[in-house]
């Protein structure tokens, strides 16, 4: 389900509450954590940081991040996804102090997937690169 814009709050028109719910409800305790990055949540915040849909991506992860453990590399990553999400939503928003600073969080949440080849299918080094991207999107 593709939204028919990206929120940006202040700017645009929010969402229906329950518009996400379905795509949320694929994450349940029935899922083994190591399969949670099967889930339509993980599949569509990923699609949705990646098609400019900040605040959405950030709305189904967060499904994602509170079945997760407290703390572990899941965590750590889908926070990190959050974050950066945040971030880019800041940057549209013209708050480039906010960006730069939620960069420094996922830059945080990163160090504790140090050493890890992959977190829900996801190489750490991947989010990296996209934080470099994201910083060097800010007009300051």
């Known amino acids: 389900m593709v939204p028919s ?5 202040g700017h645009n028109a929010r969402h229906p509450d329950d518009w996400f719910d379905e795509i949320k409800a694929s994450v349940t305790k029935d899922v083994p954590l190591d399969r949670i990055h099967q889930t339509d949540a993980w599949k569509a915040g990923l699609y949705y940081f990646h ?3 900040f605040w959405e991506c ?3 992860l967060e499904a994602v991040w509170m079945r997760t ?3 572990s590399p899941e965590r750590s990553i889908t926070q990190a996804i959050i974050q ?3 971030a880019r939503l800041k940057i549209r928003m013209g708050k480039m ?3 730069q600073r ?5 830059d945080d949440l990163l160090v504790q997937c140090a050493g890890i080849e992959a977190i829900l299918g996801l190489e750490p080094k991947t989010v990296k690169s996209w ?3 994201t910083r060097e999107s800010i007009q300051v």
């Open 102 to 106: 939620l960069c420094g969080m996922v």
């Open 97 to 99: 102090n906010a960006a």
């Open 5 to 9: 814009h990206a929120y940006v709050p």
């Open 84 to 86: 950066l999400a945040n």
């Open 131 to 133: 934080v470099k991207e």
């Open 58 to 60: 950030h709305e189904v």
């Open 51 to 53: 098609a400019g849909y």
């Open 69 to 71: 453990a407290d703390p």
